[in-house]
């Protein structure tokens, strides 16, 4: 089954840290683009940071720039999303994406894939 299987997430304290995995299930990465989006509650879903396929640039949003890394193993099948000095308003359900396009600065575009989504509270 070709899916994106994401992991990670939690509660975490205001200032910490989390990281979470997108990994490649039927398919390989190494070809795509991969973009990190996120959605807070009555918000709607925004891109946050783009790799792109050869993990050479990566773009991040000015929300996030800083304090995001976005990484991938491709021989793992593997993005990675390090997120430290959470904030409060970084609480989202955070969402991974692949495309065989291009990231559109920090957004990926026409992704073919999604990510299930994973849920982010940062709350003392």
């Known amino acids: 089954q070709v899916q994106l299987i994401q992991s990670g997430g939690g509660l975490v304290q205001p200032g910490g840290s989390l990281r979470l995995s997108c990994a490649a299930s039927g398919f390989t990465l190494d070809r795509y683009a991969i973009g990190w989006f996120r959605q807070a509650p009555g918000k709607e879903r925004e891109g946050i940071s783009c790799i792109t396929s050869n993990g050479g640039v990566n773009y991040y949003s000015a929300s996030v720039k800083g304090r995001f890394t976005i990484s991938r193993d491709n021989a793992k099948n593997t993005v990675y999303l390090q997120m430290s000095s959470l904030e409060p308003e970084d609480t989202a359900v955070y969402y991974c994406?692949?495309?065989?396009?291009?990231?559109?600065?920090?957004?990926?575009?026409?992704?073919?894939?999604w990510g299930q989504g994973t849920q982010v509270t940062v709350s003392s």
């Open positions: 994406a692949a495309t065989r396009s291009y990231c559109s600065g920090y957004v990926s575009t026409n992704n073919d894939y």
